[in-house]
């Protein structure tokens, strides 16, 4: 089983997160696989990963350009009069003290005072394809991927991705999709960055078998947003909305936990940061 840290504040934020979770779980809607046209980031272009991602990305606004209060205050700008601000969760890098903590973020809709130019441009490469290709040009130590079989799977024991043929899907995007799930799960293996040698003290235990689902879930639908492609392998093979209902029915920590190994995760694959093998995960044991 999962043993929780001892985080201030923390019983309130893992409730909040996993009833607006809950929320769409039973309305048949998954959040993690829901897609959408921008990546939800602040004024500076740095995105909202982990849980952040989609507890801000499917709010309905023209753009996912996000501001706390404090940045709202320091500009001058005023926050428009009946607005109502949003929830993420932060996590410091305290060791002696982990705290996780609930903040509030508006979207630049929201917000009197902002002048065109003073919002980032929307980000896309156009080309969806081109920006998959990329993904996979810049990910450290790329496992070899043979697609001469029918399924789709990591196979762990060899280091290797097994693809079914591109003759078996309707079109890249899709192919694309389904290597990304696979290309999460190798991020596991010792020689990257190991993070299922945890998962491996349980192998039957289902509380560890979620957390490891739901974090390749996640970080599969973001390499899909930065790829600019719909998450078509999540909503074809693991679209159990009520199955996922359950399962955070009966655990309240799981999506932010998950969620938390989800930033070092995608970080890796990007490339984004040289040590993103360092970074730490979120201070969980499994026992």
Known sequence: MFKTPKLT?????????NDAFCRKLSQGIIPWHQSFKEIPADMTGSTFLNVNMWLLGDLGYPRNVFLSKEQIKST?????????????????????NPCLIRKTVYNIAQVSGIQREQIPPLITTGNPIGACKSILRYVPDM?????????????RSD???DMPQPEYFENDAQWYSTLFYQLIASTGHAKRLGWDK??????????VYCLEL???EMCCSCLCAYGEIEPWFLSRYHSNSEGWLHTLESDATLAVIAGSYMQPIVSYILNLDERAKNLKLFPVSII
């Open 76 to 96: 001058g700008w005023t926050i428009k009069g009946g607005e109502r601000g949003h929830l993420i969760v932060h996590l410091n890098n305290d060791e002696n």
């Open 198 to 207: 945890r998962l491996e003290q349980k192998p039957y235990d289902k509380q």
């Open 9 to 17: 504040g923390s019983h309130e934020v893992f409730k909040t997160v």
């Open 159 to 161: 280091d290797i991705i």
């Open 143 to 155: 496992v070899p991927i043979e697609d001469t079989g029918t399924y789709a799977f990591y196979r």
């Open 214 to 216: 739901l974090v390749i």
